[in-house]
């Protein structure tokens, strides 16, 4: 048996890169499209086979890209220099809530809505998952969430979303998790919700929004749901939106491009000076797009927040030390200021790897990590180990993906 490495080029070819058989194959150029058709695994990997396999596969392939249509045995992935990856920031948008919330999700897209959104369906979400070398996608539901003003209607909603979520992870073992929607404001029927996620169906943890309406996370009414997930040691992701307040201070400006990563640095900076980090310990919160604005201001709220006494008080162990402690995902900001930024606030440990799939490609964070500064050691943990880390449940599936 014997090693190969498939890699991406920047024109889009697929390339066999090594082989000690490079003296009697020459370099393999396949449109990615066909590899893709065939090969299930990330686009850098490590693959072994035989020699006489290799040469066949090669051979195989090739002819593909002539004749579209032919089949090639799949090859056999192992972890290269690339794992396979867990994505934590991957959207499903079920029958259901496509049906309720789509002129909001296409008025949300203000003119750059990404077609991938409107036509997601479970096919299409495993099939870019597969040619991206994603293992297992945590999905929720993305901005506007599930809470448009009717309290029974919207809890409704929630509930039949988390359903849908449930049945895909039932119906596809190891391929998916699912961060529960719940319906706040609505905060009683959002603690009911928050139960049967996670006591029927086994939600592996629960999806909040960074504002709702112009009222952020560390608001005094939310309190009782933060207690209750503090006291089931919940996984909470934190996905950004649009507050009401700042939807239209640049018309020209699409505010999903400033806003949402300023609104994640608000709903950070809300649950900080609520006391909420200190208070509900247990939480293991999540926020997206590496911290939004966040790791460039840290340093202005830290000092901040220590000169001014009520707000001091509010986070005994300091804001570094909050902040530290706090996981963020990396969907969509894999480049190297964001990066350098992040990776200077907080350890390896806290970053996560996320798609924002099927608003954003997978490919856009996947294969811009290694620019962006990250180590390939660091790419395994972000990757997929801190992920494994975090849930526990993933692990019972990574020695049947990974053997
Ligand atoms: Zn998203």
Redesign the pocket.
């Known amino acids: 048996m014997t090693l190969y490495v498939l890699r991406r080029t920047p024109d889009g070819v697929a390339v066999v890169l090594t082989s000690p058989y490079l003296s009697v194959v020459p370099r393999c150029l396949v449109p990615l499209p066909m590899l893709h058709q065939h090969v299930h695994a990330p686009f850098t990997g490590t693959f072994t086979h035989s020699r006489r396999e290799f040469l066949a596969s090669v051979a195989a392939v090739t002819a593909s890209a002539l004749l579209p249509g032919s089949r090639l045995p799949a090859l056999t992935p192992r972890l290269g220099s690339k794992p396979e990856l867990i994505d934590v920031?991957h959207?499903i948008l079920p029958p259901v809530y496509l049906a309720l919330a789509r002129d909001r999700i296409i008025a949300q897209g203000q003119g750059y809505l990404p077609a991938t959104v409107l036509q997601w369906t479970p096919d299409t979400t495993l099939a870019e998952m597969d040619r991206m070398g994603v293992s297992t996608a945590i999905v929720?539901i993305?901005?506007p969430g599930v809470w448009f003003g009717d309290v029974d209607a919207d809890r409704r909603l929630a509930r039949e979303c988390n359903q849908y979520a449930a049945s895909l992870v039932r119906n596809h073992p190891g391929r998916f998790g699912f961060f529960a929607a719940v319906p706040l404001p609505d905060t009683e029927g959002s603690l009911r919700e928050i139960a049967h996620a996670l006591d029927v169906l086994e939600a592996d943890g629960i999806g909040l929004m960074t504002s709702y309406g112009d009222r952020w996370p560390g608001d005094p009414t939310f309190a009782p749901v933060f207690e209750e997930l503090n006291r089931r040691s919940a996984v909470v992701y934190v996905?950004?939106t649009g507050p009401h307040c700042c939807r239209e201070l640049i018309p020209s400006v699409p505010y999903v491009m400033t806003e949402l990563p300023h609104d994640t640095t608000r709903a950070i900076t809300s649950l900080l000076f609520a006391g909420a980090f200190a208070r509900f310990r247990n939480i293991r919160f999540i926020f997206?797009h590496a911290g939004g604005t966040l790791p460039m201001v840290a340093g202005r709220i830290a000092r901040q927040g220590k000169a001014i006494p009520e707000l001091a008080a509010k986070v005994p162990n300091g804001v570094e030390y909050e902040l530290k402690r706090l996981y963020y995902e990396i969907?969509g900001s894999a480049n190297r200021p964001a990066i350098a930024a992040l990776t200077n606030l907080v350890p390896t440990s806290q970053i996560l790897f996320?798609s924002?799939y099927p608003?954003?490609r997978i490919a856009t964070t996947a294969d811009a990590m290694a620019q962006a500064g990250f180590s390939a050691a660091d790419i395994r943990a972000v990757g997929r180990d801190n992920a494994l880390a975090l849930f526990a449940r993933l692990k019972s599936h990574d020695g049947h993906r990974n053997p």
């Open positions: 920031h959207h929720s993305s901005t996905h950004p997206s969907a996320g924002d608003w954003g």
